[in-house]
């Protein structure tokens, strides 16, 4: 029944708030990741990208003024990553806040002594389990319009979303159910351990935030799997099909087209 009703909604949606063709055409033509989908594809993410904007208040802050296009920008990269999971898996949270560039959140952090200390680092996102998503528009510009393999800001936080889901943010997304908890457990940790011993022996494979949790090991695989895909399955091949299931997509394959 519940699905239903969704499914009437999500229709009632698309049919007064559809995105301009103008806009999606630019949006296909200017975002890299959006290049090569299959017919099929770019229909399903034109949707899910109209359902995720008319779902999410997106707000610029510091005088940045969010534009539809700025907007559908955020939307149809973040719509990318969840194109073949459930429409409902960024249910939960409903704003989206953008800042013009790196912003800061003051944090308390205890060293190994046991003394805290406050931080505020730059940051270029951040995500809140049941709160908001919080974006840099410069770091949305400069990973959408030109390929930095391993580094995509939206692909990072909206992962993050996506991994806590199952209650916890932990590299443990809910998963499909085809698939076993017990391979993804073993099979990232063992991914993790071994990043961390090649960046203690000077290896730069992987972005070295990836070994900071195992969390940030789930998010920045994600955006190696979608911008970097052959990188991936060179240094983590096993990592990279448990990804192609989960996402059940194969960026590695439309890329080669």
Not at 30 to 54: C, K, S
Not at 165 to 193: C, F, K
Not at 212 to 238: D, G, I, M
């Amino acid at each position: 029944m519940f699905s239903r009703i969704r499914r009437y909604r999500s229709l009632q949606t698309l049919r007064k708030h559809a995105l301009p063709d103008h806009l999606w055409r630019k949006l296909r033509r200017d975002l890299y990741l959006l290049h090569n989908l299959t017919v099929r594809q770019a229909v399903r993410l034109r949707e899910r990208t109209t359902l995720l904007l008319h779902d999410k208040a997106i707000h610029g802050v510091q005088g940045l003024s969010m534009s539809l296009e700025m907007k559908a920008v955020i939307g149809a990269q973040a719509s990318l990553l969840a194109l073949e999971l459930d429409e409902s898996c960024y249910d939960g949270w409903k704003e989206l806040i953008v800042y013009p560039g790196a912003f800061k959140v003051r944090r308390t952090v205890t060293d190994e002594f046991g003394i805290a200390h406050e931080q505020a680092p730059p940051l270029s996102g951040e995500s809140w389990a049941n709160g908001p998503l919080v974006l840099s528009w410069e770091d949305v510009q400069r990973d959408s319009y030109q390929r930095h393999p391993g580094s995509h800001v939206i692909l990072h936080e909206f992962a993050h979303k996506l991994d806590a889901l199952n209650g916890r943010v932990n590299g443990m997304p809910p998963l499909h159910p085809d698939m076993s908890i017990e391979e993804w457990s073993s099979t990232l940790s063992q991914a993790y351990e071994h990043l961390q011993r090649r960046l203690e022996h000077g290896h730069k494979c992987i972005n070295p935030y990836a070994a900071t949790n195992p969390a940030e090991f789930f998010a920045v695989l994600s955006e190696y799997f979608f911008t970097a895909p052959a990188t991936l399955k060179r240094h983590c091949e096993h990592v990279y099909v448990l990804l192609r299931r989960y996402y059940r997509q194969d960026p590695f394959k439309r890329l080669e087209h």
